[in-house]
């Protein structure tokens, strides 16, 4: 093997390392869009429960019950 086929098969190495490199960072950006989605849902649903827990519900009275 010449010093051409060498630096041929560098460089296809090289090639193909770089598209590997692109398809995980397109990976990596969704994956990184997804996590910032489930953020956003988990604070909204960590503020709802503290509005709940904040207001709590008066029991029910027998007039206030509606009918089996």
Do not use: C, F, Y
Request: net charge negative; charged share 30%; hydrophobic share 35%.
């Amino acid at each position: 093997m010449g010093i051409t086929d060498k630096m041929w098969d560098a460089l296809t190495t090289v090639i193909k390392m770089n598209d590997n490199i692109e398809r995980m960072a397109g990976t990596m950006k969704g994956q990184q869009e997804k996590i910032e989605n489930l953020t956003e849902r988990v604070i909204r649903l960590e503020t709802a429960l503290e509005i709940a827990r904040s207001h709590p519900v008066p029991p029910r009275t027998d007039a206030t019950r509606p009918e089996d």
